[in-house]
């Protein structure tokens, strides 16, 4: 089985040590946005943790608005020395609070995107 604290501590080892502007001009690689031209939940959460890994939060907040927050969630998740479940397993009123940030991110994300091509 995967260790959930290993591949946070990864990716956040990954956002810290990227370079700033090395993720601008990457190709897009989200089989979602090839197909249908528009963001998909995920969307810009690379370059988000890479700019909030370097203190850069309005760069950071552009590329994806929970990009910071979850970069401290993956941190928090990397430090846990709990019994091994999740850190929010059993507060699921959290859960649904996420969700609904995710999705309100994602409607923002496709506004934001309609409006650029209008």
């Known amino acids: ?35 249908t031209a528009l963001p998909c939940p995920a969307c810009g959460l690379t370059r988000s943790w890479q700019a909030a890994a370097h203190v850069r939060l309005g760069d950071s907040l552009g590329f994806h608005p929970l990009g910071a927050a979850t970069l401290v969630g993956a941190v928090a998740t990397a430090l846990d020395e ?6 929010f397993a059993e507060r699921r009123g ?25």
Request: hydrophobic residues 60%; glycine residues 10%; charged residues 20%.
């Open 94 to 118: 959290l859960r649904v609070v996420a969700v609904g940030l995710w999705l309100g991110a994602w409607l923002w994300s496709l506004r934001r995107t309609a409006l650029a091509r209008a």
């Open 1 to 35: 089985m995967i260790d959930r604290r290993a591949v946070a501590a990864i990716l956040v080892a990954a956002a810290v040590a990227l370079p700033r502007g090395a993720v601008r001009g990457w190709p897009v690689i989200c089989p979602f946005r090839r197909v």
């Open 82 to 87: 709990g019994d091994g479940r999740p850190l």
